[in-house]
C-alpha cells in the first residue's frame, strides 16, 4: 500500500471508532436511571447533592454518556486500531502489542475500580462533612462530585499502569532492574506522599490501602523486567 492508501486506512479507522464511540454514548444516554444510580452509588444514606446551573445536569449527563459510551466502544476501537496496524509488526511484536494492551486495559479497570468501590466513597464522606466553622454549611454541587469522581479515577487508572510503562520503558534501553531496585524507598516515600495527597480521609488503614497496591505493582515491575535488560 502506498502512503495515501495507508492515510485513508486510518481514515476510515478514525471514522469507525468516532460511529462506535457516538453509537455508544446515544445508547448510554437513554439508560439515564442505572447510569446515575451507579455513579451516585457512592453517597452514603440520605446525602443530596444539589444544582444551581440551569443547564448543569443536562451537559452532565451528556458528560457521563460519552464517557461510559467510550468505554463500552473501546474494545472496538482497539481492535481496528490493531488491525491497522498488525500488518507493520512481526510476529514476536504482534505478540508483545496483544500483551501490552490487554495488560493497559486490565490495570486501568483495577484502579478505577479500587477508587469506586473504596478511595472516592471514604474520599468524598470526608469532604463533604469536613468544616472549618459551624457556621458555614457543605452544600456539595453536581458537578463538583462529577469533577471528583473522575479525576480520581484516572489518577489511579494510571497509577496502576506502573508496570506496563516500566516494561515498556525497559523494552527501549532507557530503564534498567537496577534503577528500579535501587530507587525502592524514594519510589515507596513518593507514593505515600501522593497516596496521602489523594486520600485526604486522615485515615492511616485508607493510606495503607492506597500505598500498598500501587507499590506492590512497582514490585510486580521488577520481576517481569528481565535480568538482562
Excluded at 131 to 154: A, R
Aim: proline share 4%; net charge positive; glycine share 4%.
Amino acid at each position: 500500500m502506498t502512503f495515501w492508501e495507508h492515510l485513508d486506512e486510518l481514515r476510515s479507522v478514525l471514522i469507525k471508532s468516532l460511529v462506535a464511540w457516538l453509537v455508544a454514548s446515544i445508547a448510554v444516554f437513554y439508560f439515564k436511571k442505572p447510569l446515575f444510580d451507579l455513579i451516585f452509588r457512592p453517597l452514603k444514606q440520605g446525602q443530596q447533592l444539589i444544582n444551581i446551573d440551569v443547564t448543569a445536569q443536562f451537559f452532565t449527563h451528556v458528560q457521563a454518556a460519552l464517557c461510559v459510551g467510550f468505554v463500552v466502544a473501546l474494545p472496538f476501537i482497539v481492535a481496528w486500531l490493531y488491525g491497522f496496524v498488525a500488518p507493520a509488526l512481526y510476529r514476536n511484536e504482534k505478540r508483545y502489542s496483544v500483551i501490552f494492551v490487554l495488560s493497559s486495559l486490565i490495570l486501568f479497570a483495577a484502579g478505577v475500580a479500587l477508587n469506586y468501590f473504596l478511595i472516592f466513597p471514604l474520599s468524598f464522606h470526608m469532604l463533604s462533612t469536613y468544616q472549618v466553622s459551624d457556621i458555614v454549611v457543605n452544600q456539595i454541587s453536581l458537578t463538583s462530585y462529577i469533577s471528583l469522581l473522575l479525576v480520581l479515577s484516572i489518577f489511579l487508572g494510571l497509577m496502576f499502569e506502573i508496570p506496563v510503562l516500566t516494561w515498556l520503558l525497559a523494552k527501549l534501553g532507557i530503564l534498567r532492574r537496577e534503577h528500579l531496585k535501587r530507587y525502592r524507598g524514594h519510589v515507596f516515600v513518593t507514593i505515600l506522599i501522593i497516596a496521602a495527597v489523594i486520600t485526604p480521609t486522615g485515615d492511616p488503614f485508607t493510606l495503607l490501602l492506597v500505598t500498598l497496591p500501587i507499590y506492590l505493582l512497582y514490585e510486580l515491575s521488577i520481576l517481569i523486567i528481565p535480568a538482562t535488560i
